[in-house]
C-alpha cells in the first residue's frame, strides 16, 4: 500500500483522480491525497466538505479478487482497518456503523465512498475514498450534533503524517490477512467492531423508510434486518440506530 502516493493542494475529487489513474492500470495501493477538494462527494449524491490542512481526505486504489457481487465487502475491509488504526492511534474507541461509516461516541468522524469499475464480469478496479475528521474543531450548523473529529474526541492535536502512517500500514495488514479469503473473512471483524447489531434501527433510501432490529451481516456485506419478524437484506441506505 501507498508505494506511489499523488498529493494535491487542491483538486475536484481525489476519487476522479484514482478512477482516472486505475484507468491507465496504476498499480493496487496507490494513493491520491489531496488538501482541498473543490467537488468532494459523499454517498447517495451528497458532499463531502473538509477543512484543508486540518483533515484526511485520499483514495486508495484496489484491484480486488472478488466477483463483482462481493464488491461490498470491500468498503467493510477499509471500515476495519481504519477502526483498528485510529484506535492504534489515539487509544479512542471506534464503531463501525453499516455500510461506510466510523464513529465515536455515537459521532461520525469518517465516512468512505466505494467507487469502480466492472467489465466482462468481474472486478478491474474499486477506489476507496476515505474522508477522515482529524483535527477539526468546528463543524456546519447542520452537522453540529452529529459530526466529530480526533480532536474533539481526544481532547488532542493528532499529527496527520503520523496517523496517515497507521492507516496505511493496517491498511497493508489486513488486506494481507482478508484477501486471503476474497475478503469474506471481514464480516466476523466488522460485526465484532459495531454497537448496533439488536439494536432498533432505521433505514431510509430514496424517500423509503424501513424500521427493524439489525441482526447482522450478510456473506456479501448486507444489512439483514429483522422487519415485523421477517429477515431481509439491505445493500444501500442511512442507518439510523434509535435510542435504547
Ligand atoms: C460518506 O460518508 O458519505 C463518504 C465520504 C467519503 C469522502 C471521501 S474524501 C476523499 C474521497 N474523495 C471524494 O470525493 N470522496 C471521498
Given at each position: ?11 475536484d ?66 471500515a ?40 466482462q464480469?468481474?472486478?478491474?478496479y ?6 477522515i ?19 474533539l ?11 496517515f ?24 471483524v ?11 434501527i ?25 422487519t ?13 440506530i434509535l435510542?435504547?
Open positions: 500500500m501507498a508505494k506511489k502516493i499523488y498529493t494535491f493542494e487542491t483538486i475529487s481525489t476519487n476522479n483522480c484514482a478512477k482516472a489513474l486505475a484507468g491507465v492500470f496504476a498499480e493496487q495501493g496507490t494513493v491520491v491525497f489531496a488538501e482541498k477538494q473543490t467537488a468532494g462527494r459523499g454517498r447517495l449524491g451528497r458532499s463531502w466538505d473538509s477543512n484543508p490542512n486540518e483533515n484526511l481526505t485520499f483514495s486508495v486504489i484496489l484491484r480486488p479478487s472478488v466477483p463483482p457481487e462481493s464488491v461490498n465487502l470491500l468498503p467493510l475491509f477499509a476495519v482497518a481504519l477502526a483498528a488504526a485510529v484506535e492504534r492511534a489515539t487509544g479512542v474507541k471506534v464503531d463501525c456503523k453499516w455500510p461506510n461509516d466510523l464513529l465515536i461516541n455515537g459521532r461520525k468522524f469518517a465516512g468512505i465512498l466505494l467507487e469502480g469499475s466492472i467489465s464480469g468481474s472486478v478491474d474499486v477506489v476507496l475514498g476515505i474522508g475528521n482529524v483535527n477539526q474543531e468546528r463543524f456546519a450548523p447542520e452537522l453540529k450534533e452529529t459530526a466529530t473529529s480526533l480532536r474526541a481526544t481532547g488532542k492535536e493528532i499529527d496527520r503524517v503520523l496517523l502512517r497507521t492507516i496505511m500500514k493496517s491498511f497493508e495488514d489486513h488486506h494481507a490477512r482478508m484477501s486471503r479469503t476474497h475478503f469474506q473473512s471481514v464480516v466476523p466488522w460485526t465484532a467492531h459495531t454497537a448496533m447489531l439488536n439494536r432498533e432505521t433505514v431510509s433510501l430514496q424517500g423509503t423508510t424501513l424500521s427493524g432490529i439489525a441482526r447482522g451481516l450478510s456473506s456479501d456485506g448486507g444489512l439483514i434486518l429483522n415485523d419478524g421477517q429477515d431481509r437484506t439491505l445493500f444501500a441506505g442511512d442507518v439510523t435510542k435504547k
